[in-house]
């Protein structure tokens, strides 16, 4: 099976059994790989679609293969004894939906603060039908300056796929459409979920 190789600035997790693992699964699972990972310490990593819990298994997955150490957002319900364990070990950031802060600012001041970041977001930020993403991921890479790579999980020829990185000109209307090109024809894990 392809791996796309980490070049030496990408965050790495250097741990082979969890690679085995993954790569195992993807490998039984009739999953590959398709494009590079780009040799970049920072960017905002966005996946999509996200209609199943099935699509968090295969992103473990896919991040065990590749060797990538990445942080994410979930909701706080995740995180509780013992899942929640496992959750911090693979870079879960417990929210609590309910409170409100500026996560954006959080998420900018953390990529500023950091030499090294992978920050993994879901743009529809729920497994329903969504007709608008949120924009979050967007203002956090404009904020930060670093790169966005759109990643999709193509359930029709069982492919994770990588975009080419994007920078962004802090024009979401004009952004945010070309991003989402990268996406159309890209099969759900329930199609009837995912609307671009």
Same mark, same amino acid.
């Given at each position: 099976?392809?791996?796309?190789?980490?070049?030496?600035?990408?965050?790495?997790?250097?741990?082979?059994?969890?690679?085995?693992?993954?790569?195992?699964w993807?490998?039984?699972n009739?999953?590959?790989?398709?494009?590079?990972?780009?040799?970049?310490?920072?960017?905002?990593?966005? @996946?999509? =679609?996200?209609?199943?819990?099935?699509d968090?298994?295969? &992103?473990? *997955?896919?991040?065990f %293969?590749l060797?990538?150490?990445?942080?994410?957002l979930?909701k706080?319900t995740l995180? @509780?004894? =013992?899942l929640?364990?496992?959750m911090?070990?693979?870079? &879960?950031i *417990?929210?609590?939906? %309910?409170?409100?802060?500026?996560r954006?600012?959080?998420?900018?001041?953390?990529?500023?603060s950091?030499?090294?970041?992978?920050?993994?977001i879901a743009p529809e930020g729920?497994?329903?039908l969504v007709t608008?993403?949120?924009?979050?991921?967007?203002?956090?890479?404009?904020?930060?300056?670093?790169?966005?790579?759109?990643?999709?999980?193509d359930?029709?020829?069982?492919?994770?796929?990588?975009?080419?990185?994007?920078?962004?000109?802090?024009?979401?209307?004009?952004?945010?459409?070309?991003?989402?090109?990268?996406?159309?024809g890209?099969?759900?894990?329930?199609?009837?979920?995912?609307?671009?």
């Amino acid at each position: 099976m392809y791996v796309p190789p980490l070049g030496p600035r990408v965050p790495r997790r250097d741990n082979a059994f969890a690679a085995a693992i993954g790569r195992g699964w993807m490998s039984a699972n009739g999953w590959k790989f398709e494009g590079d990972v780009p040799d970049e310490p920072k960017f905002v990593l966005i @996946v999509a =679609p996200h209609t199943s819990n099935w699509d968090f298994f295969v &992103g473990v *997955a896919a991040l065990f %293969a590749l060797g990538f150490r990445v942080s994410f957002l979930g909701k706080h319900t995740l995180f @509780v004894w =013992p899942l929640g364990i496992f959750m911090r070990w693979l870079g &879960g950031i *417990a929210v609590q939906r %309910a409170e409100r802060r500026d996560r954006v600012a959080e998420s900018v001041a953390a990529f500023k603060s950091n030499d090294k970041l992978i920050l993994a977001i879901a743009p529809e930020g729920t497994r329903k039908l969504v007709t608008k993403w949120k924009s979050g991921f967007y203002y956090v890479a404009d904020g930060a300056g670093v790169p966005i790579l759109p990643v999709a999980f193509d359930y029709g020829s069982k492919t994770v796929r990588f975009g080419v990185p994007f920078r962004t000109t802090g024009n979401i209307d004009v952004d945010l459409p070309e991003l989402k090109k990268f996406f159309v024809g890209v099969v759900a894990r329930h199609p009837e979920n995912f609307q671009l």
